[in-house]
Each structure stands twice: as C-alpha cells, then as structure tokens.
C-alpha cells in the first residue's frame, strides 16, 4: 500500500473516528510493504502484508506466511475503459476504491491510468490480480463495520451489488468532494451524492460539496 494511503486508515470499530497509528517494518519505494496499524482508541492491531491491510487476521497471526490466491472472477469483470471513463479517471494520481466484481480489474484500471487501485474484499481469496510497480494495487480485507480510511481518501469508488448496505452508506464521505461513486443499479444511491448517469446496469454520481457550518453568535 502506497505510504500516502496507510496515513489515511481509520479505524473501522464503532467509536469516535479514529486514525490507525501504522508502524512499518518493511518499506519498498513508496509502498509500505509489511507492518502493523494499531488504534490508540480500541487496542485493534491489524497486520500489513505484502502491502495488504488484513483486518481479517488477529495481531497474532501476524508473522504466519500470506495467503493470496489469484482473483476468480464470479461474474464478467466490468469493462476497464468504461469503468475509467464513469469515475472520471482522466489523470494518473490519487487513489481510487474498488469493491467486489470491481476488483477483478483493477490491475488493468491501474496500469493504463496511474492511479492506484485500493480492493475491498471479504476474504483474501478474492484478492489482487494484476499488481506490479506500475499498476499498484492493495486490498483491504475482512469483514468491516465501516471503511476503514478517513474523509475524502479516494477520488472515486466502484461498489457492487454484493457491498453490505452499512459500507454503501459509508462510502460517500471517503470520497473528495466532486469525485464520482459508480455502482450496480442495485445500489441504491446513499445520500450526499448527485446522480450522473443511470443505464440499465450502473448509476454514477458526483459526490456533492459538504454544505459550509455557518456558526450563529448571539448579538447582544
Ligand atoms: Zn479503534
């Protein structure tokens, strides 16, 4: 996972938004390869292991070797370039989330626009297919009560039908504002976002400007 990415994890138990504090043990270049990320809140430790974050081991597991079979996509992968053009991804920077049938491309979205691809995925036989220097991709993965990165992490996201609903919901507020969410019709669209485009597979939406707090003081 790209060092700039580890500083955005948060974590994902329920309790007052909380940056994980990540540890490294191994760096390559900019990807942070093998480490851990801890909660000062809750004592949550989650191992970091050839550049995946594994929320779906305990610390323990930590130093037992990874196991990362190759993609095996359900369903026909969504095609790269419609993908890229419906979030938008039209210069090579910032990051973007993939979730389900989505991840099965995201070496090929990565290498042909340089933005690095982060797979959500429920266990890590759904993982990374098509990762290199080039094309970097990481997964996130177990089982999650939130996403685990904080406000405006990603200048897009894809979330497929099979998301739990409480990770859908969640998914605008990790988006910038004006970056695109694209998902399968259905989705159906959380709040905060204003629709594109819909066909009779996909809806897009722009994430909308959080309206400004204006503080209200008291003449006296
Ligand atoms: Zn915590």
């Known amino acids: 996972m790209r060092l ?8 994902p138990v329920p309790h007052a938004p909380t940056p994980l504090i990540v540890v490294a043990s191994e760096t390559r270049d900019r990807d942070l390869v093998r480490g851990v990320a801890g909660c000062p809140v809750c004592r949550l430790e989650v191992p970091i292991r050839e550049g995946h974050v594994r929320f779906d081991l305990a610390a323990a597991e930590r130093d037992a070797p990874a196991a990362m079979p190759p993609v095996i996509p359900r369903d026909a992968p969504p095609d790269v370039e419609r ?6 991804l039209d210069t090579p920077e910032g990051a973007v989330l993939l979730t389900g049938i989505y991840a099965s491309i995201a070496g090929p979205l990565a290498a042909a626009t340089g933005v690095v691809a982060v797979v959500l995925s429920a266990t890590p036989a759904d993982a990374v297919a098509g990762a290199s220097a080039t094309a970097p991709v990481s997964a996130v993965t177990g089982a999650l009560a939130a996403l685990p990165f904080t406000d405006g992490t990603f200048r897009g996201a894809a979330l497929d039908a099979a998301l739990p609903m409480a ?3 969640d998914a605008p507020r990790t988006v910038a504002v004006r970056g695109r969410l694209l998902a399968a019709v259905a989705v159906p669209p959380p709040a905060g976002l204003r629709e594109l485009a819909r066909d009779d597979r996909e809806w897009v939406a722009a994430r909308e400007a959080v309206p400004t707090v204006v503080g209200l003081t008291r003449r006296t």
């Not at 700039?4 to 974590?11: A, G, H, Q, S, V």
């Not at 993908?83 to 938008?88: R, S």
């Open 4 to 11: 700039e990415l580890t500083e955005r994890l948060r974590c």
């Open 83 to 88: 993908t890229i053009a419906l979030l938008g």
């Open 167 to 169: 990770l859908v919901a």
